[in-house]
């Protein structure tokens, strides 16, 4: 027995002798442990830390490491060691004082003093282990008479300052003040342990925020400045909507302090998104709006003098630069307009961002930055705060770094955080990217301003993300005209007793002597002066012009009026020579060391054969609209589930090396020697995130053709805030151009209801072209049309249209989006391809692809017109083949849906005056593009013939799950399309 004891204890020591990682240590020891704790799972720890005390060599490098970490091999107490025996309470005492400290850093934020209120719900945090009474010293191993007792200090704090050692009592004290007072840290899931020292640092220190007097003062001006303009606002118009930030006041100048920060640091532009709530007060205190251009917006009897619906005054942008007082540099503060979709802004504003930094070479983020500003109940609550934060790393979408500020009224509308969310903290979504996490009471200008700042420098330092969770209350209800007490009574008995933190800090800074009551009624008097000022001239005012509050004009795209210089545009044809370059780029191996897939060597070949014949698929022709615009120094970029190879396997921009891990080569970056750059990125697998995240950044830029590619069309569902709030209206309510690009795939192809429609029904319907008025057909007729709709909507039926298409998309004179239906099948349909001489000079997009057959060298001979659009093209003309209808039945193509083409499609039928018209679609009846082609057709035509519908019946999927059924469906529907008595009598 005692022999296989023996041989257990000698394993025992051998595996411990080898790493404490046995054990579970890794660097560092843990603070659940102390050396007794050890000893008591294993009697060899104690003598190895004595051996070690002895002689530090003795011990595997492992425990060196381990035992030096707690700071207790300095030369005073190894030699006094080394003449006595090792007391094992000073060995406990040292360790437990780790674990003390690492408890209030992992969870001193839990009871930190965080709430104005001092409503915080906590029932479900536990802080038993936190030291406030002395009956918890003793799940310490401490004693209350060892609170005098001198403790080492470990390296992993800065609470001592310049001393290495303090007492229990001074330690337990400090960790109190640092991290449960006003501010509340949460970063100990960093797995960065520079990071981790560099927060301790910044918070633990003593002394570590301190203001000077001056700005103290400073700070009491900008609060003093935040208050009083929403008090003039209620005083003026009591009775209006504004979204007063009362309550958490000192938004204001927190945001100065990172703005000032940053600017100090090198940053001199900010991109800012937020919501409504504060939204008057930052463009005003922080952006720099002039008052009176604020206040003339509640005047409901001033006229605007710009086009489109306009928005609310708190949902505008605006841009201004100006040079930064601290800095002394020139710096741009845009504000994004948004609506009033909570959150949406976040990946506008990381699109836009990123744009500014790629435009200007700015690898680091070290000249550009965004600001997000969020509500609790939002953050917390909307998924696309999820998918932002996601895209804050990733190699094609990280801006380097953002601000998140988040005005935590600890309600949202009437619900409070036990119903809105199940997580303690609104900001626990952050911890999803290891951002670190400063909590602080909005009541404390001070803290508020410390953190902030510490904010400000970790970005510009590390270039990730960063969260402040600005607590406060909201003074008055969701808006100014709410009764808050219905649903929280509670609540607003104590806000009714909250003393406003501007009353709060004065009255400090008076008793300090930082200010005079005298000087603090100065201030006072001599902003509502401003104010008074600013009211009596904003009575001679109109509502600005576009250059003041657009976020980011597009400086010299547009003529002196703000309106496009020409409505031309020039054919979107290129030579032939470069046709051919790009083609052979596109179907060449690029390195004879890079091994190719044998799949993709076939499409490289195929691609070298339809070079050869002057031929071009739907991929080719999309590599040549691309590269021959890269040639024209447009920055093209790609973005997108998947599109780096294509969803359907036809792209391959990106080629990888068979037998070399990460080993890419991208053909499309080095076509010219002097080219603009190419983007193509797989994002995400996010549509809400990445599709805003696109859309700002084609904001930034008219000269950029941006293109965001659904993996298939019906996944813009997950996006749709995106496309309803800023895509479709964003040009209307904010004046703002918008060039983005969709590309949708859409196709009735049998593979069931999920992926088979773009429901681009949905895009013509937002569409505002009138569908009883036949437009004023004049010189550019064409292109006029466009700039007075909202958006494009196409689906092209060939290759060379697709071309011409993306081309024009960057030779208009102006910017709109082109919601665009790309096809599936088609992108290997032999019949579905194109000439060269179809995208050469002098040849452009087709609005209308007429009947070019038989029937068009007789057309009175033709007894059915069918109108139709994409694939289903194809189906037609392969049935009418096998029927021999080819003289009977015209078939003419729309190829853009809106803004309508009723010249060309009254063009066509006048061509054939005895036929009959019929819409032939592929989707059903209540889907697709009829309920949007029927009017305007019968418009086109003065009413004079009726427009019959062929296609599928009215159903509630976009399409059956059955092939058979989808078989069928498709059968019966041409069927009808050649059946020439088929409306005879109806």
């Given at each position: 027995?005692?022999?296989?004891?023996?041989?257990?204890?000698?394993?025992?020591?051998?595996?411990?002798?080898?790493?404490?990682?046995?054990?579970?240590?890794?660097?560092?020891?843990?603070?659940?442990?102390?050396?007794?704790?050890?000893?008591?799972?294993?009697?060899?720890?104690?003598?190895?830390?004595?051996?070690?005390?002895?002689?530090?060599?003795?011990?595997?490098?492992?425990?060196?490491?381990?035992?030096?970490?707690?700071?207790?091999?300095?030369?005073?107490?190894?030699?006094?060691?080394?003449?006595?025996?090792?007391?094992?309470?000073?060995?406990?005492?040292?360790?437990?004082?780790?674990?003390?400290?690492?408890?209030?850093?992992?969870?001193?934020?839990?009871?930190?003093?965080?709430?104005?209120?001092?409503?915080?719900?906590?029932?479900?945090?536990?802080?038993?282990?936190?030291?406030?009474?002395?009956?918890?010293?003793?799940?310490?191993?401490?004693?209350?008479?060892?609170?005098?007792?001198?403790?080492?200090?470990?390296?992993?704090?800065?609470?001592?300052?310049?001393?290495?050692?303090?007492?229990?009592?001074?330690?337990?004290?400090?960790?109190?003040?640092?991290?449960?007072?006003?501010?509340?840290?949460?970063?100990?899931?960093?797995?960065?342990?520079?990071?981790?020292?560099?927060?301790?640092?910044?918070?633990?220190?003593?002394?570590?925020?301190?203001?000077?007097?001056?700005?103290?003062?400073?700070?009491?001006?900008?609060?003093?400045?935040?208050?009083?303009?929403?008090?003039?606002?209620?005083?003026?118009?009591?009775?209006?909507?504004?979204?007063?930030?009362?309550?958490?006041?000192?938004?204001?100048?927190?945001?100065?302090?990172?703005?000032?920060?940053?600017?100090?640091?090198?940053?001199?532009?900010?991109?800012?998104?937020?919501?409504?709530?504060?939204?008057?007060?930052?463009?005003?205190?922080?952006?720099?709006?002039?008052?009176?251009?604020?206040?003339?917006?509640?005047?409901?009897?001033?006229?605007?003098?710009?086009?489109?619906?306009?928005?609310?005054?708190?949902?505008?942008?605006?841009?201004?630069?100006?040079?930064?007082?601290?800095?002394?540099?020139?710096?741009?503060?845009?504000?994004?307009?948004?609506?009033?979709?909570?959150?949406?802004?976040?990946?506008?504003?990381?699109?836009?961002?990123?744009?500014?930094?790629?435009?200007?070479?700015?690898?680091?983020?070290?000249?550009?930055?965004?600001?997000?500003?969020?509500?609790?109940?939002?953050?917390?609550?909307?998924?696309?705060?999820?998918?932002?934060?996601?895209?804050?790393?990733?190699?094609?979408?990280?801006?380097?770094?953002?601000?998140?500020?988040?005005?935590?009224?600890?309600?949202?509308?009437?619900?409070?955080?036990?119903?809105?969310?199940?997580?303690?903290?609104?900001?626990?979504?952050?911890?999803?990217?290891?951002?670190?996490?400063?909590?602080?009471?909005?009541?404390?200008?001070?803290?508020?301003?410390?953190?902030?700042?510490?904010?400000?420098?970790?970005?510009?330092?590390?270039?990730?993300?960063?969260?402040?969770?600005?607590?406060?209350?909201?003074?008055?209800?969701?808006?100014?005209?709410?009764?808050?007490?219905?649903?929280?009574?509670?609540?607003?008995?104590?806000?009714?007793?909250?003393?406003?933190?501007?009353?709060?800090?004065?009255?400090?800074?008076?008793?300090?002597?930082?200010?005079?009551?005298?000087?603090?009624?100065?201030?006072?008097?001599?902003?509502?002066?401003?104010?008074?000022?600013?009211?009596?001239?904003?009575?001679?005012?109109?509502?600005?012009?576009?250059?003041?509050?657009?976020?980011?004009?597009?400086?010299?795209?547009?003529?002196?009026?703000?309106?496009?210089?020409?409505?031309?545009?020039?054919?979107?044809?290129?030579?032939?020579?470069?046709?051919?370059?790009?083609?052979?780029?596109?179907?060449?191996?690029?390195?004879?060391?890079?091994?190719?897939?044998?799949?993709?060597?076939?499409?490289?070949?195929?691609?070298?054969?339809?070079?050869?014949?002057?031929?071009?698929?739907?991929?080719?022709?999309?590599?040549?609209?691309?590269?021959?615009?890269?040639?024209?120094?447009?920055?093209?970029?790609?973005?997108?589930?998947?599109?780096?190879?294509?969803?359907?396997?036809?792209?391959?921009?990106?080629?990888?090396?068979?037998?070399?891990?990460?080993?890419?080569?991208?053909?499309?970056?080095?076509?010219?020697?002097?080219?603009?750059?190419?983007?193509?990125?797989?994002?995400?697998?996010?549509?809400?995130?990445?599709?805003?995240?696109?859309?700002?950044?084609?904001?930034?830029?008219?000269?950029?053709?941006?293109?965001?590619?659904?993996?298939?069309?019906?996944?813009?569902?997950?996006?749709?805030?995106?496309?309803?709030?800023?895509?479709?209206?964003?040009?209307?309510?904010?004046?703002?151009?918008?060039?983005?690009?969709?590309?949708?795939?859409h196709g009735m192809e049998g593979m069931g209801p999920e992926h088979s429609s773009a429901r681009l029904e949905r895009f013509l319907q937002m569409c505002t072209d009138d569908p009883d008025v036949f437009p004023k057909i004049g010189e550019h007729f064409d292109v006029r049309?466009?700039?007075?709709?909202?958006?494009?909507?196409?689906?092209?039926?060939?290759?060379?249209?697709?071309?011409?298409?993306?081309?024009?998309?960057?030779?208009?004179?102006?910017?709109?989006?082109?919601?665009?239906?790309?096809?599936?099948?088609?992108?290997?349909?032999?019949?579905?391809?194109?000439?060269?001489?179809?995208?050469?000079?002098?040849?452009?997009?087709?609005?209308?692809?007429?009947?070019?057959?038989?029937?068009?060298?007789?057309?009175?001979?033709?007894?059915?017109?069918?109108?139709?659009?994409?694939?289903?093209?194809?189906?037609?003309?392969?049935?009418?083949?096998?029927?021999?209808?080819?003289?009977?039945?015209?078939?003419?193509?729309?190829?853009?849906?809106?803004?309508?083409?009723?010249?060309?499609?009254?063009?066509?039928?006048?061509?054939?005056?005895?036929?009959?018209?019929?819409?032939?679609?592929?989707?059903?009846?209540?889907?697709?593009?009829?309920?949007?082609?029927?009017?305007?057709?019968?418009?086109?035509?003065?009413?004079?013939?009726?427009?019959?519908?062929?296609?599928?019946?009215?159903?509630?999927?976009?399409?059956?799950?059955?092939?058979?059924?989808?078989?069928?469906?498709?059968?019966?529907?041409?069927?009808?399309?050649?059946?020439?008595?088929?409306?005879?009598?109806?």
């Amino acid at each position: 027995m005692m022999l296989a004891l023996t041989r257990v204890g000698a394993a025992c020591r051998t595996r411990l002798a080898a790493a404490p990682r046995a054990l579970g240590v890794a660097q560092g020891p843990p603070l659940a442990m102390s050396v007794r704790s050890l000893q008591l799972e294993n009697g060899y720890v104690q003598a190895m830390y004595q051996e070690w005390m002895q002689d530090p060599s003795s011990v595997h490098q492992s425990w060196d490491n381990y035992f030096r970490s707690a700071n207790l091999g300095s030369p005073s107490l190894l030699s006094s060691v080394q003449t006595s025996p090792v007391n094992e309470k000073t060995v406990s005492d040292h360790m437990n004082v780790h674990k003390l400290i690492r408890a209030y850093q992992v969870r001193g934020h839990l009871i930190a003093k965080l709430d104005p209120l001092q409503l915080q719900n906590q029932d479900h945090i536990v802080t038993k282990d936190l030291i406030y009474d002395m009956s918890s010293l003793a799940s310490y191993g401490f004693l209350e008479s060892d609170l005098d007792q001198t403790l080492k200090l470990p390296n992993t704090t800065f609470i001592g300052g310049d001393r290495s050692d303090l007492t229990l009592r001074d330690i337990l004290q400090r960790l109190k003040d640092v991290y449960c007072g006003s501010i509340g840290v949460e970063f100990m899931f960093i797995n960065d342990r520079e990071q981790c020292q560099w927060i301790r640092q910044r918070f633990e220190v003593p002394g570590a925020g301190t203001l000077t007097p001056a700005e103290k003062k400073q700070l009491l001006i900008r609060l003093l400045r935040a208050t009083r303009f929403e008090e003039f606002l209620a005083k003026k118009w009591s009775s209006e909507k504004r979204f007063g930030v009362e309550g958490c006041e000192m938004l204001v100048p927190a945001l100065r302090t990172i703005v000032d920060c940053s600017s100090v640091m090198g940053v001199d532009a900010i991109t800012l998104g937020m919501p409504h709530r504060g939204r008057l007060n930052v463009l005003v205190n922080v952006i720099r709006k002039g008052l009176d251009e604020v206040f003339c917006q509640f005047d409901s009897k001033l006229e605007p003098q710009e086009e489109g619906s306009g928005d609310v005054k708190y949902h505008l942008g605006m841009s201004h630069q100006h040079i930064n007082r601290l800095s002394g540099r020139k710096l741009k503060l845009s504000l994004v307009a948004n609506p009033s979709h909570l959150e949406a802004v976040g990946p506008v504003v990381q699109g836009k961002t990123r744009a500014e930094q790629f435009y200007r070479g700015d690898t680091e983020g070290k000249q550009v930055m965004s600001v997000l500003i969020h509500g609790d109940a939002a953050f917390a609550g909307q998924g696309v705060v999820y998918e932002t934060f996601h895209l804050s790393d990733l190699p094609a979408y990280t801006t380097h770094g953002t601000i998140h500020l988040v005005v935590n009224n600890q309600i949202g509308f009437t619900t409070d955080p036990r119903s809105s969310r199940s997580s303690p903290y609104c900001t626990d979504v952050a911890r999803v990217v290891n951002a670190p996490i400063f909590h602080v009471n909005a009541d404390d200008p001070e803290a508020v301003t410390h953190v902030c700042r510490v904010a400000a420098e970790w970005r510009n330092t590390f270039h990730k993300d960063v969260v402040v969770d600005l607590v406060g209350y909201r003074r008055n209800g969701h808006n100014e005209v709410d009764e808050p007490m219905f649903t929280q009574p509670f609540m607003y008995k104590r806000v009714a007793r909250q003393v406003p933190v501007l009353k709060q800090y004065s009255d400090a800074l008076i008793k300090e002597g930082v200010i005079t009551g005298q000087e603090y009624k100065t201030e006072v008097s001599k902003f509502d002066q401003i104010c008074e000022d600013a009211y009596a001239s904003s009575k001679d005012e109109k509502l600005q012009r576009t250059s003041q509050w657009i976020d980011s004009p597009w400086h010299g795209f547009f003529g002196p009026d703000g309106r496009p210089q020409s409505m031309w545009t020039p054919p979107s044809g290129v030579p032939e020579e470069i046709l051919e370059h790009i083609g052979k780029a596109a179907s060449s191996v690029p390195a004879p060391d890079f091994n190719i897939h044998p799949g993709l060597m076939r499409v490289l070949r195929s691609r070298a054969e339809m070079v050869k014949n002057r031929t071009a698929d739907w991929a080719l022709a999309e590599y040549m609209a691309f590269g021959s615009l890269l040639k024209e120094g447009v920055h093209v970029r790609l973005s997108g589930q998947d599109v780096e190879r294509g969803t359907f396997s036809h792209r391959h921009h990106v080629l990888h090396d068979q037998n070399v891990d990460k080993k890419t080569l991208v053909p499309m970056k080095n076509l010219w020697p002097s080219q603009a750059p190419y983007t193509v990125c797989n994002s995400s697998l996010s549509e809400y995130g990445v599709l805003g995240f696109e859309l700002g950044f084609a904001m930034s830029s008219p000269h950029a053709l941006v293109c965001w590619e659904a993996q298939f069309g019906d996944f813009n569902n997950m996006a749709q805030c995106i496309i309803d709030q800023f895509i479709s209206s964003g040009q209307a309510k904010w004046l703002r151009q918008n060039g983005i690009v969709l590309l949708l795939p859409h196709g009735m192809e049998g593979m069931g209801p999920e992926h088979s429609s773009a429901r681009l029904e949905r895009f013509l319907q937002m569409c505002t072209d009138d569908p009883d008025v036949f437009p004023k057909i004049g010189e550019h007729f064409d292109v006029r049309q466009i700039f007075e709709s909202n958006w494009t909507v196409a689906n092209c039926s060939t290759p060379a249209n697709y071309f011409h298409i993306l081309r024009r998309q960057i030779l208009l004179p102006f910017r709109k989006p082109l919601i665009l239906a790309t096809p599936k099948s088609l992108l290997r349909l032999p019949e579905a391809r194109s000439s060269f001489a179809d995208m050469m000079p002098g040849t452009s997009f087709r609005r209308v692809i007429p009947e070019e057959g038989p029937a068009a060298k007789d057309p009175g001979e033709v007894r059915r017109l069918i109108f139709c659009c994409g694939k289903v093209y194809y189906d037609l003309v392969r049935e009418r083949d096998a029927r021999g209808m080819q003289g009977l039945v015209a078939i003419c193509r729309l190829e853009q849906l809106s803004p309508f083409p009723h010249d060309l499609v009254r063009d066509e039928a006048l061509r054939y005056p005895a036929a009959e018209l019929v819409w032939c679609q592929e989707e059903h009846k209540n889907q697709g593009f009829f309920a949007h082609v029927h009017p305007r057709v019968r418009t086109a035509i003065s009413q004079s013939r009726p427009l019959w519908y062929v296609g599928r019946d009215a159903a509630s999927a976009p399409a059956t799950g059955n092939k058979y059924l989808h078989n069928m469906e498709s059968e019966r529907f041409l069927a009808k399309a050649f059946h020439l008595d088929a409306f005879k009598g109806i």
